[in-house]
C-alpha cells in the first residue's frame, strides 16, 4: 500500500533544475507517495541564484503537490573550486541538522547521489537515529572521483576518505548503481550482505515531432556535443582534432558545442580561428530535441581515466532516445554499450588522430548505414533504458515491495 506513505528525496539539486529525480518525485507522487524533497536553493550550472529564488538559508516551497524544503546555496562556484568544495560541505552541515530535525516522519529516504558523496549525509543520519529504510541511486563513485578531479593521495587523507566512504555504504539499506562497473569499485567499502541493483539513467521523452533549428545556412554534417563543459569532458582533444581536418572535410561539416561550463573560455580561445566551431550556450532543456533533431552524429566524450571508464553519463541515454548515430570518444562503459548495441562509432579519447580520422568516416557516411544506428537505438528505448520500468524497480528496491 503506497497511500500515506512517505518519502523524503534528499538531493543536491531538483526542479527547476533540470535531473532525473524530478522525474521519479513527480512519478511516485502520482503512485501515491507523499512526497517532500530536501535540497538547495538552485543554482545549477553556472552558480548563480535562478530568477524568481531567494537565498534564504530555510524556506518551503510547494510545487506541483510537492513539499520542497531549500537550504541556502554557495554561489559564485564555476570558476571557484574552494567555493564548489563550499558548497558541497554547506549542503551536508544543513542538510544533517535539517534531516535530524524532520526526518523521522518518513516512511523512506531516497538519496540521489548526482556527484558529491558529502551530499548523501543526511539520508544517512536518518537511518541510523531512526531506522528508516534507506537507499542510494547512485551517479558516480567516491572515492574514486575524488582523485579524478585533482585531490591528492597520501596516506591520512586516503585513511580518512575511505573511512568516509565505508560509513556511508555501511548505513543504508539498499544501493541502485547507475553503471554496472559501479559495483566491482564500491563493494569493499558496503556490507557483505548488501545487494547491487541496475538502475541505468532511462533514455528522455524527446518530442521529435518538431521543427529542426537551422544550424547552418548550407547543408553540413553537424556534430553536436551537449552538456556540461569541463575539463573532463575531454572537448580540448575534440576541438584539437577537429581543427586538423582537412578545407574538404571541414567545409562539408560544423562542430556544435551546446552548454556552459568552467572550461569553455578555455575551448573558445582553442578555436578562435575556425568558423566551423559553434558555441551555442546553455540551452533549456525543452529546446534540446531542436538540437538533437538537427543532428547528424552526437557526441559524448570523457578524458581517459579509469574512474570514467566506469561512468555512463545520463546524455547517453538522451542521445539514444534522440534516435541519432553517436559518436563516443571515450573508454569503458559506454563504449560497450554503442559497440554492443551497434549505435555509432567508438574511438579513443587521448589519440587526436584518431578522433580525427572518427570525424572523417562520420562525414563521408552514407544515409544508409546512419539508420542502421537509428533503428538499434529505438530498440533500446524500449528495453534498457525504459523510463517506466527503471522508475518501478527503483520503486520496487526502495519499497521492497511490488508497485
Known amino acids: 500500500m503506497t497511500k500515506n506513505k512517505k518519502i523524503l528525496i534528499v538531493t543536491e539539486c531538483f526542479y527547476p533544475e533540470e535531473f532525473k529525480i524530478n522525474d521519479i518525485a513527480f512519478a511516485w507522487k502520482s503512485k501515491g507517495f507523499e512526497v517532500d524533497v530536501l535540497t538547495l536553493v538552485p543554482t545549477y550550472p553556472l552558480g548563480k541564484v535562478y530568477k524568481g529564488y531567494k537565498n534564504f538559508l530555510f524556506q518551503k516551497e510547494k510545487y506541483k503537490d510537492l513539499n520542497i524544503i531549500r537550504l541556502k546555496a554557495v554561489t559564485g562556484y564555476l570558476h571557484s573550486s574552494f567555493k564548489k568544495k563550499l558548497k ?45 529504510p534507506t537507499m542510494f541511486w547512485v551517479q558516480d563513485i567516491w572515492p574514486d572521483n ?76 553537424q ?46 580561445s582553442l578555436s578562435k580561428n575556425n568558423s566551423n566551431i559553434i558555441f551555442h550556450g546553455q540551452q533549456k532543456r525543452k529546446n534540446m530535441a531542436m538540437y538533437y533533431k538537427s543532428s547528424d552524429f552526437l557526441i559524448i566524450s570523457l578524458i581517459d581515466k579509469p574512474i570514467f571508464s566506469k561512468t555512463v553519463p545520463a546524455k547517453t541515454q538522451t542521445y539514444i532516445s534522440a534516435r541519432k548515430p553517436i559518436l563516443a570518444i571515450i573508454n569503458g562503459e559506454v563504449a560497450d554499450i554503442v559497440r554492443e548495441n551497434n549505435l555509432g562509432i567508438c574511438v579513443n579519447p587521448s589519440d587526436i588522430d584518431q578522433i580525427k580520422k572518427a570525424f572523417e568516416k562520420c562525414i563521408k557516411m552514407s544515409d544508409d548505414e546512419k539508420s542502421n544506428y537509428v533503428i538499434n537505438n529505438s530498440k533500446l528505448i524500449k528495453t534498457t533504458f525504459n523510463k517506466e520500468k527503471i522508475i518501478n524497480n527503483l520503486t520496487k528496491i526502495l519499497t521492497n515491495e511490488n508497485i
Open 223 to 268: 556534430f553536436n556535443f551537449s552538456g556540461n563543459i569541463g575539463k573532463v569532458q575531454n572537448l580540448e582533444n575534440i576541438i584539437k582534432a577537429y581543427c586538423m581536418l582537412s578545407f574538404e572535410f571541414k567545409n562539408k561539416s560544423q562542430l556544435n558545442i551546446i552548454g556552459d561550463g568552467s572550461n569553455l573560455n578555455c575551448l573558445k
Open 146 to 221: 575524488v582523485y579524478a578531479y585533482g585531490f591528492k593521495k597520501n596516506a591520512v587523507f586516503s585513511y580518512l576518505l575511505d573511512f568516509f566512504v565505508k560509513f556511508m555504504f555501511h548505513n543504508i539499506s539498499s544501493v541502485a548503481i547507475s553503471s554496472k562497473g559501479f559495483e566491482s569499485k564500491l563493494k569493499p567499502y558496503t556490507k557483505k550482505n548488501i545487494s547491487f541493483h541496475y538502475a541505468p539513467n532511462w533514455a528522455d521523452d524527446l518530442n521529435l515531432n518538431i521543427e529542426p533549428i537551422n544550424l547552418s545556412k548550407t547543408r553540413k554534417v
Open 88 to 132: 558541497y560541505i554547506s549542503f551536508m552541515i544543513l542538510g544533517s541538522i535539517t534531516g535530524i530535525l524532520i526526518g523521522r516522519k518518513y516512511d523512506y529516504i531516497f538519496g540521489f547521489n548526482m556527484a558529491a558523496l558529502t551530499d548523501m549525509l543526511p539520508a544517512v543520519l536518518i537511518h541510523k537515529l531512526y531506522k528508516k
